[in-house]
Protein backbone atom coordinates (compact mmCIF):
# COMPACT_ATOMS: atom_id res chain seq x y z
CA UNK A 1 0.00 0.00 0.00
CA UNK A 2 1.18 3.52 -1.14
CA UNK A 3 1.60 5.71 1.44
CA UNK A 4 0.98 9.59 0.52
CA UNK A 5 3.50 12.35 1.46
CA UNK A 6 2.75 15.69 1.66
CA UNK A 7 4.87 17.12 3.73
CA UNK A 8 8.10 16.09 5.59
CA UNK A 9 9.47 17.39 8.65
CA UNK A 10 13.16 17.70 9.25
CA UNK A 11 14.95 17.42 12.82
CA UNK A 12 18.58 17.50 12.35
CA UNK A 13 21.62 17.04 14.32
CA UNK A 14 23.03 20.49 16.03
CA UNK A 15 26.66 20.27 14.44
CA UNK A 16 27.21 17.10 12.11
CA UNK A 17 28.03 17.74 8.45
CA UNK A 18 24.43 17.77 7.08
CA UNK A 19 24.49 19.27 3.65
CA UNK A 20 24.86 16.10 1.20
CA UNK A 21 21.47 14.29 2.90
CA UNK A 22 19.36 17.66 3.02
CA UNK A 23 20.42 18.68 -0.88
CA UNK A 24 19.13 14.79 -1.43
CA UNK A 25 16.10 15.02 0.88
CA UNK A 26 15.03 18.64 -1.27
CA UNK A 27 15.64 17.42 -4.18
CA UNK A 28 13.50 14.29 -3.95
CA UNK A 29 10.78 16.92 -2.36
CA UNK A 30 10.57 18.82 -4.76
CA UNK A 31 10.53 16.03 -7.36
CA UNK A 32 7.31 14.21 -5.57
CA UNK A 33 5.14 17.78 -5.30
CA UNK A 34 6.15 17.34 -1.16
CA UNK A 35 6.84 20.54 1.06
CA UNK A 36 9.36 20.54 3.43
CA UNK A 37 9.81 21.77 7.02
CA UNK A 38 11.52 21.71 10.17
CA UNK A 39 10.61 20.75 13.97
CA UNK A 40 11.78 22.94 16.59
CA UNK A 41 13.07 20.89 19.18
CA UNK A 42 14.50 22.53 22.44
CA UNK A 43 17.73 23.28 23.27
CA UNK A 44 18.52 23.09 19.33
CA UNK A 45 18.67 26.30 17.54
CA UNK A 46 20.28 25.16 14.10
CA UNK A 47 17.55 26.60 11.25
CA UNK A 48 17.82 25.05 7.84
CA UNK A 49 13.99 25.48 7.15
CA UNK A 50 10.52 27.20 7.69
CA UNK A 51 9.14 25.25 11.76
CA UNK A 52 6.54 23.56 11.11
CA UNK A 53 4.18 21.48 13.32
CA UNK A 54 4.68 18.09 13.43
CA UNK A 55 0.69 17.54 12.97
CA UNK A 56 1.12 18.89 9.45
CA UNK A 57 3.63 16.71 9.00
CA UNK A 58 3.13 12.99 7.40
CA UNK A 59 6.82 11.80 8.15
CA UNK A 60 9.51 13.19 10.36
CA UNK A 61 12.92 12.75 9.10
CA UNK A 62 15.81 12.86 11.77
CA UNK A 63 18.90 13.58 10.28
CA UNK A 64 22.09 13.05 12.25
CA UNK A 65 21.80 9.56 14.29
CA UNK A 66 20.42 7.41 17.25
CA UNK A 67 20.46 10.61 19.49
CA UNK A 68 18.81 12.89 16.75
CA UNK A 69 15.88 10.11 15.86
CA UNK A 70 14.91 9.91 19.74
CA UNK A 71 14.69 13.72 19.67
CA UNK A 72 12.68 13.21 16.45
CA UNK A 73 10.59 10.62 18.24
CA UNK A 74 9.63 12.45 21.06
CA UNK A 75 8.56 14.96 18.83
CA UNK A 76 6.32 12.92 16.66
CA UNK A 77 4.81 10.90 19.35
CA UNK A 78 2.06 13.49 20.87
CA UNK A 79 0.60 13.58 16.64
CA UNK A 80 0.83 10.12 16.33
CA UNK A 81 3.48 10.41 13.45
CA UNK A 82 6.26 7.87 12.32
CA UNK A 83 9.98 8.57 12.15
CA UNK A 84 12.54 7.70 9.67
CA UNK A 85 16.09 7.99 11.02
CA UNK A 86 19.10 8.89 8.75
CA UNK A 87 22.57 8.13 9.81
CA UNK A 88 25.20 10.90 8.81
CA UNK A 89 27.78 8.32 10.18
CA UNK A 90 27.55 4.42 11.06
CA UNK A 91 24.24 2.80 10.97
CA UNK A 92 22.68 2.61 14.50
CA UNK A 93 20.04 0.93 15.93
CA UNK A 94 17.19 3.32 15.49
CA UNK A 95 18.91 4.53 12.19
CA UNK A 96 17.42 2.81 8.87
CA UNK A 97 19.51 4.22 6.63
CA UNK A 98 22.61 6.13 5.39
CA UNK A 99 22.96 9.41 4.47
CA UNK A 100 23.44 8.64 1.13
CA UNK A 101 20.65 6.39 0.83
CA UNK A 102 17.98 8.57 1.63
CA UNK A 103 16.36 9.05 -1.57
CA UNK A 104 16.13 5.35 -1.58
CA UNK A 105 14.49 5.22 1.96
CA UNK A 106 12.06 8.31 1.15
CA UNK A 107 10.64 5.87 -2.50
CA UNK A 108 10.08 3.16 -0.34
CA UNK A 109 8.34 5.11 2.13
CA UNK A 110 6.51 6.20 -0.68
CA UNK A 111 5.63 3.18 -2.57
CA UNK A 112 4.42 1.63 1.09
CA UNK A 113 7.71 -0.74 1.51
CA UNK A 114 7.78 -0.27 5.14
CA UNK A 115 6.43 -1.14 8.62
CA UNK A 116 5.69 0.68 11.58
CA UNK A 117 7.61 -0.30 14.74
CA UNK A 118 5.78 0.49 17.86
CA UNK A 119 8.19 1.52 20.51
CA UNK A 120 7.13 2.05 23.99
CA UNK A 121 8.19 4.45 26.42
CA UNK A 122 8.58 4.71 30.47
CA UNK A 123 6.16 6.99 31.75
CA UNK A 124 7.74 8.95 35.21
CA UNK A 125 5.87 10.50 37.14
CA UNK A 126 6.28 12.26 40.35
CA UNK A 127 3.46 14.32 42.88
CA UNK A 128 5.58 17.56 42.22
CA UNK A 129 5.28 17.68 38.46
CA UNK A 130 4.39 16.60 35.23
CA UNK A 131 4.70 13.16 33.47
CA UNK A 132 7.54 12.37 31.35
CA UNK A 133 8.40 10.21 29.08
CA UNK A 134 11.38 8.08 28.17
CA UNK A 135 12.23 6.04 25.57
CA UNK A 136 15.58 4.14 26.06
CA UNK A 137 15.97 4.56 30.25
CA UNK A 138 15.71 6.60 33.21
CA UNK A 139 18.36 6.55 35.49
CA UNK A 140 18.66 7.47 39.30
CA UNK A 141 22.91 8.67 39.82
CA UNK A 142 24.80 9.84 42.43
CA UNK A 143 25.86 12.88 42.19
CA UNK A 144 29.48 13.46 43.96
CA UNK A 145 30.48 11.59 46.67
CA UNK A 146 28.58 8.97 48.77
CA UNK A 147 26.13 6.86 47.69
CA UNK A 148 22.28 7.01 46.78
CA UNK A 149 20.37 4.84 48.84
CA UNK A 150 17.26 3.45 46.56
CA UNK A 151 14.22 1.26 47.49
CA UNK A 152 12.66 -0.47 44.68
CA UNK A 153 9.23 -1.91 44.76
CA UNK A 154 6.82 -3.40 42.16
CA UNK A 155 3.05 -3.24 42.59
CA UNK A 156 3.69 -1.59 46.52
CA UNK A 157 5.75 -4.58 47.15
CA UNK A 158 9.31 -3.77 47.94
CA UNK A 159 12.04 -6.29 46.25
CA UNK A 160 15.14 -4.33 47.93
CA UNK A 161 16.73 -1.41 49.23
CA UNK A 162 20.33 -0.50 47.49
CA UNK A 163 23.30 1.44 48.14
CA UNK A 164 25.15 2.62 45.44
CA UNK A 165 25.41 4.34 41.93
CA UNK A 166 21.87 4.21 41.57
CA UNK A 167 19.49 2.80 39.45
CA UNK A 168 18.83 2.56 35.94
CA UNK A 169 15.05 1.05 34.25
CA UNK A 170 15.05 0.44 30.61
CA UNK A 171 12.56 -0.40 27.80
CA UNK A 172 13.48 -3.48 25.25
CA UNK A 173 14.92 -0.65 22.92
CA UNK A 174 17.17 0.55 26.08
CA UNK A 175 18.44 -2.41 27.49
CA UNK A 176 20.96 -2.88 25.10
CA UNK A 177 22.50 0.83 26.15
CA UNK A 178 22.96 1.58 29.80
CA UNK A 179 21.20 -1.06 31.46
CA UNK A 180 24.17 -3.34 29.54
CA UNK A 181 26.86 -1.16 30.13
CA UNK A 182 25.57 -2.03 33.91
CA UNK A 183 25.00 -5.99 33.77
CA UNK A 184 21.80 -5.96 33.01
CA UNK A 185 19.72 -8.28 30.58
CA UNK A 186 19.04 -7.31 26.85
CA UNK A 187 15.30 -8.02 26.15
CA UNK A 188 14.35 -9.40 22.76
CA UNK A 189 12.52 -6.21 20.71
CA UNK A 190 9.11 -8.41 21.76
CA UNK A 191 9.04 -8.77 25.24
CA UNK A 192 7.03 -5.88 26.30
CA UNK A 193 8.47 -5.24 29.53
CA UNK A 194 10.86 -3.04 31.36
CA UNK A 195 13.99 -4.18 33.39
CA UNK A 196 14.98 -2.61 36.55
CA UNK A 197 19.42 -2.58 37.16
CA UNK A 198 20.83 -1.45 39.99
CA UNK A 199 24.32 0.81 39.47
CA UNK A 200 27.50 -0.86 41.80
CA UNK A 201 25.34 -1.74 44.47
CA UNK A 202 27.73 -1.47 47.84
CA UNK A 203 27.21 -5.07 49.54
CA UNK A 204 23.63 -6.49 49.29
CA UNK A 205 22.36 -9.51 46.43
CA UNK A 206 20.26 -7.14 43.81
CA UNK A 207 20.57 -8.80 40.33
CA UNK A 208 18.35 -6.98 37.70
CA UNK A 209 14.14 -7.43 38.03
CA UNK A 210 12.13 -7.53 34.87
CA UNK A 211 9.02 -6.45 35.37
CA UNK A 212 5.99 -6.80 33.07
CA UNK A 213 3.82 -4.38 31.20
CA UNK A 214 1.24 -3.28 33.64
CA UNK A 215 3.46 -3.20 37.00
CA UNK A 216 4.43 -0.23 38.43
CA UNK A 217 7.64 0.01 39.61
CA UNK A 218 8.53 2.39 42.53
CA UNK A 219 11.49 4.40 43.88
CA UNK A 220 11.85 5.89 46.89
CA UNK A 221 15.45 8.11 46.83
CA UNK A 222 17.47 9.00 49.64
CA UNK A 223 20.27 11.24 47.61
CA UNK A 224 23.05 11.10 50.47
CA UNK A 225 25.60 13.41 51.13
CA UNK A 226 26.21 14.17 47.31
CA UNK A 227 23.06 14.41 46.48
CA UNK A 228 21.45 12.45 42.89
CA UNK A 229 20.41 13.58 39.81
CA UNK A 230 18.25 11.62 37.56
CA UNK A 231 18.31 11.09 33.85
CA UNK A 232 16.07 10.48 30.93
CA UNK A 233 17.53 8.89 27.66
CA UNK A 234 20.46 10.46 28.86
CA UNK A 235 19.73 13.70 29.14
CA UNK A 236 19.61 15.64 33.00
CA UNK A 237 16.02 16.20 33.79
CA UNK A 238 15.76 18.68 37.21
CA UNK A 239 13.39 17.11 39.95
CA UNK A 240 13.06 17.14 43.83
CA UNK A 241 11.16 14.52 43.99
CA UNK A 242 12.09 11.57 46.36
CA UNK A 243 9.58 8.81 45.35
CA UNK A 244 9.09 8.26 41.50
CA UNK A 245 6.69 5.62 39.89
CA UNK A 246 7.94 4.26 36.71
CA UNK A 247 5.15 2.52 34.18
CA UNK A 248 5.21 1.20 30.85
CA UNK A 249 3.80 3.12 28.28
CA UNK A 250 2.37 1.17 25.17
CA UNK A 251 3.41 2.15 21.60
CA UNK A 252 3.92 5.45 22.39
CA UNK A 253 6.26 6.43 19.50
CA UNK A 254 6.78 5.01 15.59
CA UNK A 255 9.67 4.37 14.10
CA UNK A 256 9.86 2.89 10.45
CA UNK A 257 11.33 -0.20 9.13
CA UNK A 258 11.94 -0.53 5.89
CA UNK A 259 11.49 -3.61 4.08
CA UNK A 260 15.20 -4.57 3.27
CA UNK A 261 16.49 -3.05 7.03
CA UNK A 262 18.17 -5.47 8.96
CA UNK A 263 16.89 -6.80 12.59
CA UNK A 264 17.65 -5.21 15.55
CA UNK A 265 19.20 -8.38 17.31
CA UNK A 266 21.44 -8.34 13.96
CA UNK A 267 21.97 -4.63 14.18
CA UNK A 268 23.16 -5.54 17.70
CA UNK A 269 26.12 -7.71 16.44
CA UNK A 270 26.98 -5.87 13.52
CA UNK A 271 28.08 -3.26 16.05
CA UNK A 272 29.64 -5.50 18.23
CA UNK A 273 27.41 -4.95 21.10
CA UNK A 274 27.01 -8.98 21.24
CA UNK A 275 29.92 -10.95 20.39
CA UNK A 276 30.08 -15.02 19.59
CA UNK A 277 32.77 -16.59 22.24
CA UNK A 278 36.36 -16.46 20.83
CA UNK A 279 36.04 -20.29 20.97
CA UNK A 280 33.72 -20.21 18.13
CA UNK A 281 35.73 -17.55 16.57
CA UNK A 282 38.81 -19.15 16.16
CA UNK A 283 37.00 -22.05 14.47
CA UNK A 284 35.19 -19.95 12.01
CA UNK A 285 38.27 -18.19 11.73
CA UNK A 286 39.94 -22.03 10.82
CA UNK A 287 37.61 -23.34 8.85
CA UNK A 288 38.04 -19.85 6.80
CA UNK A 289 41.12 -20.90 6.46
CA UNK A 290 40.39 -24.05 5.61
CA UNK A 291 38.42 -23.24 2.49
CA UNK A 292 40.34 -20.96 1.12
CA UNK A 293 43.37 -22.78 0.81
CA UNK A 294 41.42 -26.07 0.34
CA UNK A 295 43.15 -28.04 2.60
CA UNK A 296 41.45 -29.68 5.25
CA UNK A 297 41.98 -28.93 8.93
CA UNK A 298 42.82 -32.09 11.52
Known sequence: MQSKINRLGLVVHPR??????????RDWASQHGVDVGQIAIPGQPRRIAETVEVSSCDLLLAVGGDGTTLAALHAAA??????????????????????????SGLDQVAAGNWTPRALPGLEIATAQSDARV??????VIRSGIGQVITAVT???????????????????????AYTMAAGGPILAPAALSMVVTPLAP????????????????????????GGSRFELDGQEVATAAADITVSLRRDYATLVTLADEEPPLTALRRRGLVVDGPRILARDSRAASSGASGQSTP
Not at 78 to 103: E, K, W, Y
Not at 169 to 174: E, F, N, Q, R
Open 78 to 103: PASRPVLGVACGSIGLLTAVNADSVS
Open 154 to 176: VDGELYVRTAGDGVVIATPLGSS
Open 202 to 225: HGGVAPPLVVGPDSRVGLAVEPGY
Open 134 to 139: AINDFA
Open 16 to 25: RSIDAPLRAI
